[in-house]
């Protein structure tokens, strides 16, 4: 299809998509969906949905004409299946499902549906949330960075990603609890301090109670250049996640030649790959963490070993031209397919 003949594209996504104090893999994902999207020529008109406001994309699903493509945010599908249900059988709707949805009922509603991981997948069929026939797996694409320079100690830790409880920052500081005095590391956190107070507020006391509060620094949201100078200075990417369903921090890392630990959660260990710059620990375990982190500061070799592997996985990380594509091509293949029956 030429760039002029394509449909154009409602897509749906969170008030919060540009947002740089609400940054979330979601909304990192949409951005480049839908710039992507733009770089080839295709309209894209995005709905905006704001968080907690009842049947705000139903109203405005009902306001586009018949038959038109809508791409939605799996998290807006979720929160609102009734809206979805009313409107999928005059509209050609694929889900992007960012993660499987505790309700995937508005899932089946779909044309298709896009998921961001192979694990995703599994889950959502799993769950008999989609049709396996109609499910496409789009995995987050990486912007390529320079590669970054090892220290001699390898104690520069860095973990990238919200402060929540679902991110396991607590795991991460009972391990660091459980390292050496006389190792020099210091561990960064990167990522919102809004999002649960709460459990920031306990991290704090934590790492005031373990005596790390020198070695341990909170920085909050970082974007820009500030991000990737925080990325340029970091040995070791931790992702101690206890839920994820990609990981687009650790091809992030990888983009500079990061080595990564990482949980076993969920699609974890799909963006870790099987290249050997990585390392997969079980999820909720702290004291395996810390096993790997003490073997990580010990061990010259084994550093060098995982930093020359993290550098070689630069040249075979997926661009997100190639995600925008697979989204195109799904998206094309709706708007030129007949209308499927929905059987919910």
């Known amino acids: 299809m030429s760039g002029q003949q394509r449909a154009p594209i409602w897509f749906v996504v969170p008030d919060t998509i540009d947002d740089p104090a609400r940054v979330s893999g979601g909304n990192v994902y949409d951005q480049h969906v839908r710039d992507g999207l733009a770089r080839q020529g295709r309209r894209v008109e995005l709905i905006r949905i704001a968080d907690g406001q009842d049947r705000q994309a139903a109203a405005a699903l009902a306001q586009l004409p018949d038959g038109v493509l809508v791409l939605i945010d799996g998290l807006i599908a979720e929160r609102e299946p009734t809206g979805l249900a009313e409107n999928s059988t005059r509209l050609r709707v694929v889900v992007l499902a960012h993660m499987p949805p505790e309700d995937g009922s508005a899932f089946r509603h779909a044309e298709r549906v896009i998921a961001t991981s192979h694990w995703t997948r599994s889950e ?93 620094t909170f920085t909050g949201v970082l974007t820009g250049r500030r991000l990737a100078d925080e990325y340029a200075q970091a040995d070791l990417l931790v992702a101690p996640s206890r839920a994820e369903s990609y990981g687009m921090v650790v091809t992030e890392a990888y983009a500079r030649g990061i080595p990564v630990v990482a949980s076993g959660a969920g699609g974890l260990p799909e963006a870790v790959g099987s290249g050997g710059a990585g390392i997969i620990v079980l999820a909720e375990d702290a004291w395996a963490l810390g096993v790997v982190l003490r073997q990580w500061l010990a061990s010259p070799v084994r550093r060098h070993e995982l930093k020359t592997a993290a550098l070689a996985a630069r040249d075979g990380l997926q661009p997100w031209s190639t995600t925008t594509a697979i989204i195109a091509a799904t998206l094309d293949d709706v708007a030129l397919t007949g209308r499927r029956e929905v059987i919910v």
């Open 124 to 216: 959502l069929i799993e769950q008999d949330f989609a049709d396996p026939h109609r499910i496409v797996v789009a995995t987050p694409g990486t912007d390529p960075a320079p590669a970054t320079t090892a220290s001699e100690t390898g104690a520069r830790l860095l973990c990238v990603a919200a402060v929540a409880p679902h991110k396991g920052q607590d795991l991460l500081i009972s391990a660091l609890a459980g390292l050496p005095d006389d190792d020099q590391w210091t561990c960064t956190f990167v990522g919102s301090l809004d999002v649960a107070p709460a459990f920031v507020a306990e991290l704090t006391a934590a790492v005031e109670s373990a005596g790390l509060a020198k070695r341990v």
